[in-house]
C-alpha cells in the first residue's frame, strides 16, 4: 500500500497535526525520528540491475518497504542516537556512515518531498534567498553582509543611517545549558561607535524598512496562506519574536505580484513548503525578508484558523 514516510521529532507536536490530518483521511503513515537509527530502527535496503532501491525500514512495531514509499515529509528530526559504548572518534566515523546509508537511501527514493532535504539545505542559505526573491520580482532590502567594521559605517551612512543587523545563519544557540535568541535589532551611534568583534565573523546588515505591519506567508505547493502580524510594542516592532504577547494575528491575501512572485521563488529552489516574511509599509508595499524550508506554522494556524495542516496533508497526497 502507499506509504507516507514522515521523518521529525517524535515531540514534534506541528508535526502531530499533519500526521492526523493524513490519518483522518485515510494515508497509511510511517514515522520515525533519525534518533531512532541504529538502536531502534533496522534499514535493509537493495538495489538492482533490475529494480531501484527495496526492502524496508523496520521498528519494534512496524515497517515500510522502500518501493511502496509515496511520499516524505521532512521535518527537523533529531540527530542519530549512536551506542554510548562507542568512543568519540567512533561516533563521528558511525555517524558520518548513518547519514550517507540511511540519509543517502531515503533522499534517493523517487517520490513527492515536502521537503527534499538537498533543496532544504541550499535554501537556508539568506544570500540566495535574497537574489532568488529579486530575480522572482520580490523587492528586498539593501542588504550588506560582511565582517568589515568599516563596510558597516559605509553602509549605514548609504542608506541614511537607519539600519538593522540581524544573524546570517540560524539565531538560536545554546548558552550555559540555556536556548538563547539573537533578535533584529536597531543600530544605534553607540553601536557604530563600536564595532569590536565585526571582524570575528560573517553578519548580515540591511536598511530598515518602514513598516505598517508584518506579514508570515506560508506557502505550501501553490497555495498561500498569509497572515498579517501586528506588534503593539516597540521590541516587537523591530523583531516581533522578542515579544509574542504583544503581537497579534489577522488572515489577509497578498497582491497577485506577490502571490505570483512567491510562486516563481518556490520553484527556482525546488520547495513545496516554506515560511516567508515579509515588511509591508504605511504605503503597503511588500518587502521581502527571508524564507524558512523548515519554518514554524502551527501556532499561526492556531491564531487565524488557516488550514495549513490539512494542506501540507493534501500536498503529500498529490491532492488538489
Request: aromatic share 8%; with cysteine; charged share 20%.
Amino acid at each position: 500500500m502507499p506509504t507516507v514516510l514522515v521523518i521529525a521529532a517524535h515531540d514534534d507536536w506541528p508535526t502531530d497535526r499533519v500526521v492526523k490530518a493524513l490519518t483522518d483521511g485515510g494515508a497509511e503513515v510511517f514515522r520515525m525520528d533519525t534518533s531512532e537509527f541504529p538502536q531502534q530502527l533496522t534499514l535493509a535496503g537493495r538495489i538492482d540491475a533490475r529494480q531501484g532501491w527495496s526492502g524496508g525500514l523496520t521498528t519494534a512495531h512496524r515497517a515500510v518497504d522502500l518501493a511502496h514509499i509515496s511520499a516524505v515529509y521532512y521535518r527537523a528530526p533529531n540527530p542519530f542516537n549512536l551506542p554510548a559504548t562507542m568512543s568519540e572518534p567512533e561516533r563521528r566515523f558511525a555517524a558520518a556512515q548513518a547519514r550517507a546509508g540511511l540519509g543517502g537511501i531515503i533522499s534517493a527514493v523517487g517520490c513527492r518531498w515536502v521537503n527534499h532535504p538537498a533543496a532544504m539545505s541550499r535554501a537556508e542559505y539568506k544570500p540566495l534567498q535574497l537574489a532568488t526573491a529579486r530575480a522572482c520580482g520580490l523587492t528586498v532590502p539593501t542588504t550588506l553582509i560582511t565582517n568589515s567594521p568599516d563596510a558597516v559605517r559605509t553602509f549605514v551612512g548609504d542608506v541614511g543611517g537607519r539600519a538593522v543587523c540581524k544573524p546570517v545563519a540560524t539565531p538560536v544557540f545554546i548558552e550555559d545549558d540555556q536556548l538563547k535568541t539573537v533578535y533584529t535589532r536597531r543600530l544605534s551611534e553607540e553601536d557604530l561607535a563600536d564595532l569590536r568583534g565585526i571582524d570575528t565573523t560573517a553578519h548580515l546588515f540591511q536598511a530598515w524598512v518602514e513598516k505598517a505591519h508584518e506579514v508570515r506567508l506560508t506557502a505550501v505547493g501553490d497555495r498561500l496562506f498569509a497572515a498579517e502580524i501586528h506588534a503593539a510594542s516597540s521590541d516587537a516592532h523591530i523583531d516581533w519574536r522578542s515579544d509574542y504577547a504583544s503581537v497579534t494575528y489577522r488572515s489577509t491575501t497578498p497582491p497577485t505580484h506577490i502571490a505570483e512572485g512567491v510562486r516563481r521563488y518556490m520553484r527556482r529552489l525546488g520547495l513545496r513548503f516554506a515560511a516567508l516574511d515579509f515588511v509591508v509599509s504605511p504605503d503597503g508595499e511588500w518587502t521581502f525578508l527571508e524564507a524558512n524550508p523548515c519554518g514554524q506554522w502551527d501556532w499561526i494556524e492556531h491564531a487565524t484558523g488557516l488550514g495549513i495542516s490539512q494542506a501540507i496533508a493534501d500536498e503529500l497526497q498529490g491532492a488538489l
